[in-house]
């Protein structure tokens, strides 16, 4: 593991550990300072929720997946459809409440 002078431990691929954080009741998270700067995250960004069973969550913005899935016409415009959907219904990411 490759520690970066700013402290925060990096592996390879530049991959990296920002901490814990703790879902709040209505399931809001804060993603850290250091994990939005080094991935370029700003405010207003859309991010996609992956889940796996065995390995959990993982956030994506939106953007990179898009550009990243020129393989795949079919699955980028079920993703740009229910992005699209959400933005309608006032309820892009889901209820947090839920």
Not at 57 to 68: E, G, I, S
């Amino acid at each position: 593991m490759d520690d970066r002078e700013d402290g925060a431990p990096h592996g390879p691929g530049g991959r990296g550990f920002y901490g814990a954080v703790t879902v709040s009741e209505r399931g809001q998270i804060s993603l850290p300072a250091q994990a939005r700067r080094d991935l370029g995250i700003s405010a207003g960004d859309k991010l996609l929720v992956l889940g796996d069973p065995e390995q959990g969550l993982a956030l994506m913005r939106v953007d990179r997946l898009l550009a990243n899935m020129e393989f795949s016409p079919v699955l980028k415009s079920a993703v740009k459809e229910r992005m699209a959907e959400e933005e309608g219904s006032g309820t892009a990411g889901g209820d947090a409440a839920e």
